[in-house]
């Protein structure tokens, strides 16, 4: 079963990536100069450091092929998770839609300046979904980490992607907190896009 690893990272060391199951293929895009790089083989690929994770993995979507699984973290995936490497493995091997890797979060126990009105939460999530009524609030997983399967990327169009892409490509950090509430959403099947 072919399983991507996508990591967004900034300047964090790397070698941790000598730690994934030898099987993963592991593709880097990189918004800065690493401290450390793993010994394994990896792709990179350099971004604009702009959109923080949110741009990094809408551009992974919108651009490279996709595996039965993908896992996407930032490049200290265990400040949010302490175990994400052999948690995301067992969401592998559960065969889940989508797995949520670490903590946990609700949009009602956000405090300023990270509420969904001071993130334009809402206006985001209207501009990317169709729907009578959008959610009072959202849970959703620290740092954006999560393993989703094919189908929970490619429900969605490449319009979809690419808008998602253009979106987050911003020097605006409330974007990228905005997205990170978001993500669960993105990859449910049952929210239709607002594909315009």
């Not at 690893?5 to 880097?28: G, K, N, Q, R, T």
């Amino acid at each position: 079963m072919p399983i991507n690893c996508v990591v967004a990272a900034y300047e964090e060391d790397l070698s941790w990536i000598d730690e994934c199951p030898p099987d993963w293929a592991v593709h880097v895009y990189l918004k800065g100069e690493p401290k450390r790089r793993p010994a394994r083989e990896v792709r990179e690929s350099r971004l604009f450091n702009l959109g923080r994770e949110a741009h990094a993995f809408a551009f992974h979507n919108a651009n490279s092929p996709q595996a039965d699984y993908t896992v996407f973290l930032q490049g200290n995936p265990f400040d949010h998770d302490p175990h994400a490497i052999e948690n995301a493995a067992a969401v592998i091997q559960r065969q889940d839609w989508v797995g949520w890797l670490g903590f946990r979060y609700d949009t009602r126990q956000n405090s300023p300046p990270f509420t969904p009105n001071d993130l334009s939460l809402w206006g985001v999530y209207e501009s990317l979904f169709r729907s009578a009524r959008r959610p009072d609030w959202l849970w959703f997983p620290a740092g954006a980490q999560l393993v989703v399967r094919r189908e929970a990327i490619s429900h969605r169009s490449r319009r979809f992607w690419q808008r998602l892409e253009r979106m987050t490509f911003i020097d605006d950090w409330r974007m990228a907190h905005a997205i990170e509430r978001l993500w669960p959403t993105i990859y449910d099947q049952h929210t239709p896009e607002n594909t315009p």
